[in-house]
């Protein structure tokens, strides 16, 4: 008789196959019970309240909208006067970009599209909180 065949455990798990046991080992070690989190409504509570701070702290803020013209008489958009971390500055520019279907740039912690958007950059930083000045 094969000692393969002969030497299967319950759950027809070979015990000298040790990739089985690792992985069978590995899926209850990295499963505790307290890991699975139930659907709690503090959490919730907790996470709209982180929000709201963000929407405060937006609308402390006062940008600036202007447009220059480059190299060759080409418009580009500015939006200055965050306080935001880049990240977050980053994130909003792309939300603009795609918003206005144009490209642009965060350079020095201003968002610089392509473009004139004088007239749509303000509605859509309103609509992210902002107070703006144009």
Not at 48 to 72: P, V
Request: hydrophobic fraction near 30%.
């Amino acid at each position: 008789m094969n000692r393969r065949t002969s030497s299967v455990g319950p759950g027809g798990v070979d015990p000298d196959d040790r990739r089985s046991v690792w992985s069978r080992d590995r899926a209850l070690s990295f499963e505790p019970e307290w890991y699975y989190v139930s659907n709690d409504d503090s959490i919730d509570d907790l996470l709209d309240e982180l929000d709201s701070h963000g929407d405060l702290e937006a609308a402390e803020q006062l940008l600036s909208i202007r447009m220059e013209k480059r190299r060759y008489g080409k418009p580009v958009t500015i939006v200055e006067g965050f306080d935001l971390p880049e990240a977050e500055v980053k994130s909003i520019a792309s939300d603009l970009k795609s918003s206005v279907g144009t490209g642009g740039t965060v350079d020095e912690g201003r968002i610089e599209l392509q473009g004139d958007h004088r007239d749509r950059a303000p509605e859509l930083l309103r609509e992210h909180g902002f107070d703006v000045e144009t």
